[in-house]
């Protein structure tokens, strides 16, 4: 007893079948009812079925870049005076100030704050 594996077609083989189908109904449909529509629409047809509108989908318009106004600063170093809005990546100033004497000495005065606060 052999058994043969059923012939079932692809996906993208039914996906072309119906598509095929659907123009050619959309065709017949055009062709019979294409005085009724206004010289407007029949213009808009003729462009959607000559143009490139068919062979590629609309694409959706970006929405437009906003810009951004800059943070206030929310901490600073005193002994440089450089500020930091608290966002994104911190900076080296303040990374290499974590380590010093200075960080330190601060840090036993203020042990919930990890940089100081601007005085803003």
Do not use: C
């Amino acid at each position: 007893m052999s058994r043969t594996p059923s012939a079932s077609p692809s996906p993208h083989a039914l996906l072309r079948a119906a598509t095929k189908e659907a123009y050619e109904r959309v065709t017949v449909l055009l062709n019979a009812s294409y005085a009724d529509f206004s010289p407007e629409q029949q213009q808009r047809i003729r462009a959607l079925v000559a143009g490139d509108a068919a062979a590629s989908p609309a694409k959706r318009a970006k929405p437009a870049k906003t810009t951004r106004e800059p943070l206030p600063p929310r901490y600073w170093l005193p002994h440089t005076q450089e500020t930091w809005s608290g966002r994104g990546r911190v900076p080296q100033t303040f990374l290499a100030w974590e380590g010093t004497v200075a960080h330190t000495e601060w840090k036993k005065h203020h042990p919930d704050e990890r940089f100081p606060a601007y005085p803003g």
